[in-house]
């Protein structure tokens, strides 16, 4: 493993929880090609498909403790 992978592994668990978004956000967006000008979109028509089904209550939000609980049952 690089030196700069090793460092930065090292050091995530200093980051706040806000600066942790940011850096996973940079990275994805690191990896997009340019020839996936579509994926926004698609991604934004997503969103907003999941957003009314919440809303109209066809299906039910699940908290992240909620999830995080599930997880650790499984596991």
Do not use: Y
Not at 11 to 34: F, G, Q, Y
Not at 49 to 64: D, I, M, N, T, Y
């Amino acid at each position: 493993m690089p030196d700069k992978m090793k460092w930065i592994l090292e050091n995530i668990k200093t980051l706040s929880p806000h600066e942790k978004a940011t850096l996973a956000h940079c990275l994805i967006s690191s990896l997009d090609d340019a020839n996936e000008e579509h994926v926004d979109e698609a991604w934004i028509q997503i969103a907003e498909h999941r957003f009314a089904q919440l809303e109209s209550g066809a299906v039910k939000p699940v908290s992240w403790e909620e999830i995080k609980l599930k997880l650790k049952r499984e596991l």
